[in-house]
């Protein structure tokens, strides 16, 4: 693969991964060296990927490898506002703008608490947006077992969000109807 071939298949990719890596490490200075160490090992390879079917699926396979290696070694994650940024853009009023955003904080609490591999299909389905197809080959999983861990993923964070909000409130199941 020559430059020209690697800046058209491979570099259109990046704001994608820099999501991606972004929201495993909850830290972009970080995130964008994950993602720079993936292009160096990418460009590193560049005679064999002229092999590889999906250039993208393969770099976000990497870029997932390599997160999840830096969170093994730090254990420490600060949680981001991603989720909180997201509501305060829709037009609510001021008090459902405070408990939409109490609640995506609660969610991305539960969320960040799954295993690694509900938290990854989670974020590949929900946020990227990806197909099943896709996340098959980011993850190396079987389309089936992403179904059932995805549905896991959203059952689990469902019921302990309506158990933290369980006081008899009506407008918690509405919340999360609407998130879910």
């Known amino acids: 693969m020559v430059a020209s071939d690697f800046k058209t ?4 990719v990046s704001k994608k991964l820099l999501r991606f890596a972004t929201h495993f490490l909850k830290n972009e200075d970080e995130a964008r060296d994950v ?29 997932r490898n390599r997160c999840l290696d830096l969170l093994r070694a730090n254990k420490v994650v600060p949680i981001d506002a991603e989720t909180d940024r997201k509501m305060k853009e829709e037009s609510v009023d001021v008090h459902s703008q405070i408990e939409l955003s109490e609640s995506a904080g609660q969610i991305k609490k539960l969320i960040d608490q799954l295993p690694d591999l509900q938290r990854t299909v989670m974020y590949l389905r929900d946020i990227e947006q990806l197909s099943y197809d896709e996340i098959a080959e980011a993850t190396e999983l079987k389309v089936n077992a992403i179904r059932v861990n995805l549905s896991r993923a959203r059952k689990k964070v469902r019921d302990e969000f309506l158990k933290m909000n369980s006081n008899g409130n009506t407008r918690s199941k509405t919340i999360a109807a609407t998130l879910f």
């Not at 298949?9 to 259109?12: H, I, N």
């Not at 064999?48 to 990497?62: P, T």
């Open 35 to 63: 993602v720079q160490d993936v292009f160096l090992k990418l460009w590193q390879k560049r005679n064999e990927l002229a092999h590889v079917e999906n250039i993208e699926a393969f770099a976000m396979r990497m870029t």
């Open 9 to 12: 298949r491979v570099l259109p």
